[in-house]
């Protein structure tokens, strides 16, 4: 339990500056549990070697409004430089680790600031290991090891899956949470003519993804910046096909989420949603066993997402925003080996240098790999594709 306390406090690596009594309140902590000494030390030296390493800083993010889970939210300041974030005080420590620990819902700052740190910390070690696509892999057959390739095919067997291969290709694209690119660099290349911009809330994500589109001659059809997906810096009706490839489950408000996905669509253009999603809910049935919640909170934790939606509930807001043709389907079966695979390929020298280089937000992360297999495997979480077209005016 003081290792967790420790653990969870180490947000103060956001900051990367250790305060003497950041120690003391760790070993307070400690103390308060019962642990031994020895536990003490180690919890202390485990804080100290994730306050030694940098960050980068993460620019200013834009707030939501207040609303509930399909149109939810806490209002959130706006933020920029160095995270302002204390964890010197006793009570401040404890409030965090107590959340962590019992998987309390983050507010909607802390989701923000958390992703942005997230994935500064992590996207290098997953482009070390498995490259410039950071989603799942289309595994048919589902004994193929080929995982980078599949991860490929899965973008074009989405994009043909959703009929953006019939007709007349798409001409502007946007990539709603880009990762480092991969996607919307592989839309251009696929389709002659095409750009594409992307966003993410991670300045080292849309860094990179800029750096790789030089690096393979595309920079002046692929451009990626840091933006929020929920208030986009685009025009109204601008893009013939919108791209969000598994980033909806990170949107606290999923109706703004639809609603801004509808705006920046041209009439006639198509939006393509591609996310994690829990289970439908059976008839009658008002929610979620205890036990779902309680998988899915953990999950939330490590990975800074706030709570969950069906693919029903992404359909009903479509419906609301007056999409037509409207599509569905569940792929959790195509991608579920790509679990495996990535916890697989952890098991390695290389990849566990990494891991600890990267800090304990990716530490965490990779652990709840294991609680996202659980959550496939029982049904709960589903891998939903939905499709549909913005009317034409």
């Given at each position: 339990?003081?290792?967790?306390?420790?653990?969870?406090?180490?947000?103060?690596?956001?900051?990367?500056?250790?305060?003497?009594?950041?120690?003391?309140?760790?070993?307070?902590?400690?103390?308060?549990?019962?642990?031994?000494?020895?536990?003490?030390?180690?919890?202390?030296?485990?804080?100290?070697?994730?306050?030694?390493?940098?960050?980068?800083?993460?620019?200013?993010?834009?707030?939501?409004?207040?609303?509930?889970?399909?149109?939810?939210?806490?209002?959130?300041?706006?933020?920029?430089?160095?995270?302002?974030?204390?964890?010197?005080?006793?009570?401040?420590?404890?409030?965090?680790?107590?959340?962590?620990?019992?998987?309390?819902?983050?507010?909607?700052?802390?989701?923000?600031?958390?992703?942005?740190?997230?994935?500064?910390?992590?996207?290098?070690?997953?482009?070390?290991?498995?490259?410039?696509?950071?989603?799942h892999g289309y595994y048919?057959?589902?004994?193929?090891?080929?995982?980078?390739?599949?991860?490929?095919?899965?973008?074009?067997?989405?994009?043909?899956?959703?009929?953006?291969?019939?007709?007349?290709?798409?001409k502007k694209v946007v990539?709603?949470?880009?990762?480092?690119?991969?996607?919307?660099?592989?839309?251009?290349?696929?389709?002659?003519?095409?750009?594409?911009?992307?966003?993410?809330?991670?300045?080292?994500?849309?860094?990179?993804?800029?750096?790789?589109?030089?690096?393979?001659?595309?920079?002046?059809?692929?451009?990626?910046?840091?933006?929020?997906?929920?208030?986009?810096?685009?025009?109204?009706?601008?893009?013939?096909?919108?791209?969000?490839?598994?980033?909806?489950?990170?949107?606290?408000?999923?109706?703004?989420?639809?609603?801004?996905?509808?705006?920046?669509?041209?009439?006639?253009?198509?939006?393509?949603?591609?996310?994690?999603?829990?289970?439908?809910?059976?008839?009658?049935?008002?929610?979620?066993?205890?036990?779902?919640?309680?998988?899915?909170?953990?999950?939330?934790?490590?990975?800074?997402?706030?709570?969950?939606?069906?693919?029903?509930?992404?359909?009903?807001?479509?419906?609301?925003?007056?999409?037509?043709?409207?599509?569905?389907?569940?792929?959790?079966?195509?991608?579920?080996?790509?679990?495996?695979?990535?916890?697989?390929?952890?098991?390695?020298?290389?990849?566990?240098?990494?891991?600890?280089?990267?800090?304990?937000?990716?530490?965490?992360?990779?652990?709840?790999?294991?609680?996202?297999?659980?959550?496939?495997?029982?049904?709960?979480?589903?891998?939903?594709?939905?499709?549909?077209?913005?009317?034409?005016?």
């Amino acid at each position: 339990l003081a290792l967790a306390l420790a653990s969870s406090s180490s947000s103060i690596a956001r900051n990367r500056h250790l305060h003497p009594s950041g120690i003391r309140n760790v070993k307070a902590m400690a103390r308060m549990v019962g642990s031994p000494p020895s536990i003490r030390k180690l919890s202390c030296t485990f804080l100290l070697l994730l306050a030694g390493e940098k960050t980068p800083t993460v620019s200013s993010f834009a707030s939501p409004e207040r609303s509930s889970i399909l149109s939810s939210g806490r209002a959130t300041p706006v933020r920029t430089g160095r995270s302002d974030t204390s964890l010197f005080g006793v009570r401040t420590a404890v409030r965090r680790a107590r959340d962590s620990i019992l998987s309390r819902e983050r507010t909607d700052k802390d989701l923000k600031d958390g992703i942005a740190f997230f994935y500064d910390r992590s996207s290098k070690l997953w482009e070390d290991v498995w490259g410039e696509h950071m989603h799942h892999g289309y595994y048919v057959p589902e004994d193929r090891t080929d995982h980078v390739q599949a991860q490929i095919d899965l973008i074009d067997e989405v994009l043909k899956w959703a009929g953006a291969d019939d007709g007349e290709p798409p001409k502007k694209v946007v990539d709603v949470g880009c990762g480092i690119g991969g996607s919307s660099r592989h839309i251009v290349g696929k389709y002659e003519g095409s750009t594409a911009q992307g966003i993410t809330l991670s300045p080292y994500q849309a860094n990179r993804g800029n750096e790789l589109a030089k690096e393979q001659g595309l920079s002046d059809r692929a451009s990626f910046q840091v933006a929020d997906a929920l208030n986009m810096p685009f025009e109204d009706s601008t893009f013939d096909l919108v791209w969000s490839l598994e980033s909806g489950e990170h949107m606290p408000d999923k109706s703004k989420f639809v609603r801004e996905l509808m705006r920046v669509a041209a009439p006639g253009g198509r939006l393509i949603v591609v996310t994690w999603c829990h289970r439908d809910l059976e008839a009658g049935e008002p929610c979620l066993s205890e036990k779902e919640e309680k998988l899915l909170a953990k999950i939330n934790r490590a990975y800074y997402l706030p709570r969950w939606c069906s693919v029903d509930d992404y359909v009903k807001l479509l419906e609301k925003e007056g999409a037509v043709g409207i599509k569905r389907e569940d792929w959790s079966y195509i991608i579920a080996p790509f679990w495996k695979a990535v916890i697989k390929s952890s098991l390695n020298l290389k990849s566990v240098v990494g891991l600890l280089k990267s800090g304990f937000s990716t530490i965490r992360g990779a652990y709840a790999m294991l609680l996202m297999l659980k959550g496939f495997n029982s049904g709960l979480i589903k891998f939903g594709l939905i499709t549909c077209t913005k009317k034409e005016e």
